[in-house]
């Protein structure tokens, strides 16, 4: 499960980002990004496969050149699904012009469609990613004339599977969209004084505001510094009343478990699900695995298979050992 956090309000963005990414280190993921909108409503982008530390650098040692100061961003730890893991499939990633940036937790089940589609429409895609069809479909329908969360619900609208979308535009300055379609993790709003933030996890929000509120599939809120509203994806509004959390980050951390063991061995049915969405067809009973090099002649015309594994992946390898 990948990690995403946003921010909107007058603090530099780039401190509460890789604030906010490290505190959801703990989900895992290969690679990570930030996108602020600097002052003067241009978008920077940093992106780096590896751990957050590699990012840090990267904007260490770009910020004499652009100061990072902006107060307007949002930040994503990717664990890929579609497209090996480098710096070009990290996200956030953008329209054709770079104008909209978007991180994205999930898959888009009907994205080679999309792709096909966009691509033959002009648009150019930089990445292997799945998630890159969003911004191109904001793009479109941003170019005829709809607001940024008129254009993420519209494109909402024609993506398949669960979603977790978060979107900032340099169209309009200090503006955030957050959609969730379906079950990809979660998405948290966290109400500042004067501050707002999004996040997938609450660990990313709890330094900064007990006052949370949640997205429920189907659901996108628009926020701004001082303002957070909500709606369906028929763009009828709905009202959501944030809640008082209590302030333990280690009992948030685990939910409602009583410790962290029995809260990994309830997650393994969701867990499972995210690892297959996408990838398994039960319908058609066909498994689609399109990062893996090997095609199905190479397989038969493998002699020997060696997995290897310890503690639980031990045992997992057992298994695999008996069905082969
Ligand atoms: N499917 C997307 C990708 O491969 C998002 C993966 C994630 O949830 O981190 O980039």
Known sequence: ??????????????????????????RGYDSAGVSVLEHGNRIFTYRSAGKLKTLRT???????????????????????????PNDKNAHPHCDCSG?????????????????????????????????????????????????????????????????????????????????????????????????????????????????????????IAILDENSATFMNLEGESILKDPNKIEYDPISITRGNYPHFMLKEINEQPEAIMSSLRGRLNLEKGIVALEQFPLSQKDIIALKKVVIVGMGTSLHAAMVARYWI
């Open 1 to 26: 499960m990948c990690g995403i956090i946003a921010y909107t309000g007058p603090k530099k963005a780039i401190n509460v980002l890789l604030g906010g990414l490290e505190s959801l280190e703990y």
């Open 58 to 84: 990267l904007i260490q040692n770009a910020k004499s050149r652009s100061q990072l100061s902006g107060s307007t961003g949002i930040g994503h730890t990717r664990w890929a699904t579609h497209g090996s």
């Open 99 to 219: 104008e909209i940036v978007v991180v994205h937790n999930g898959i888009v089940e009907n994205f080679s469609e999309l792709r096909e589609l966009l691509t033959s429409q002009g648009h150019k895609f930089t990445s292997e990613t799945d998630s890159e069809t969003i911004p191109h479909l904001i793009e479109q329908f941003s170019q005829r004339g709809d607001s940024l969360e008129e254009a993420v619900r519209k494109t909402a609208v024609k993506i398949k599977g669960s979603n977790a979308v978060v979107a900032m535009s340099q169209a309009e300055p200090g503006k955030i969209v957050a959609l969730r379609l379906g079950n990809a993790g979660g998405i948290a709003i966290g109400h500042g004084k004067g501050e707002m933030f999004v996040a997938s996890d609450l660990p990313a929000l709890i330094p900064n505001t007990t006052t949370i509120s949640y997205l429920e599939g189907g659901e």
